[in-house]
C-alpha cells in the first residue's frame, strides 16, 4: 500500500509542477501563434483566404487548452488505477473510486478572438507562389508593424485563463484523490503499528524525572514516619 500511495503522490508532484511550470511557455505560445498566423496568411488562397490567419490563431489556442485538459487526464487515469489496486490489496477498505475515476473537466476557456477577426485579415503577396518562403517572412514582418502587439496580448489573457482553470480543476482532483487515499494512509499505519513504538527521548525524560520525584516523597514520608515512633499510621 505504502508503494502505491507513493506513486499516486509522485503523479500529484508532477502534474503540480506542471501546472506551476505553466507560463514559462507562454512566450515560446505567442511566437507559434506569429508564425502559424503569418504562414497560414501567405500561403492561403481562394475564397477563404481572410480567414486562414483568424483559423490559424485559433487552432493554436485550442491545442494550448487540449494540453491543459490532457494534464488533467493523465493525472486522474493515473490516481484511479492508484485507487484500483489499492482496493485490490486492501478489500475491506471500502473506497469510492468513482469520485475519481469518472470526473469531468468542463469549462475549458474558449478563445475570444473576435476583436480581432478584423485586423488579421492580411494581405497576401501577389508574388508569393514564385517565393513561399519569402513571402511568409514578408509577412510575418507586416503582422508585427500591425496586429502583432494585439495578438500577443491576447494570446496571454487567453493563456493566464487557461492556467486558472487548469489549476482550479487540478486542486479538486487532488482533494477527491486524497480523501480517498487516506482511508489507505490510515490503514497502512496501522498496519506497520506506527505510536506503538517507544516515547520520544523528552517525554521519556518527563517520565523519569516524575518517577524520582515519587521516589523522593516516599523516603521523606518514610523517614517522617519512623520520626514519629509509628504511633500515626494512614489508615488501610
Known sequence: MRRLLQSGDEAVRQAEARCREWSADRPALVEIALRDVAAAAASANGSGAAEAPFAALEGVLARRGRMAHEVLTGLQQALAGTLE?????????????ASVKDVTFRGLPAPDLLALRPRLRLARPWWAVLLPGLAERATRRALERRPGAAV?????????RVRAWLTERLRSLVESYEAQAELFREQARRASGEGDGPPPARVALELEEDIKALQGAAHEAEAADGHSGGALRPLP
Open 85 to 97: 489496486r489499492l482496493q485490490r490489496a486492501a478489500p475491506s477498505a471500502h473506497t469510492d473510486v
Open 152 to 160: 500577443r496580448e491576447e494570446v496571454g489573457r487567453h493563456d493566464r
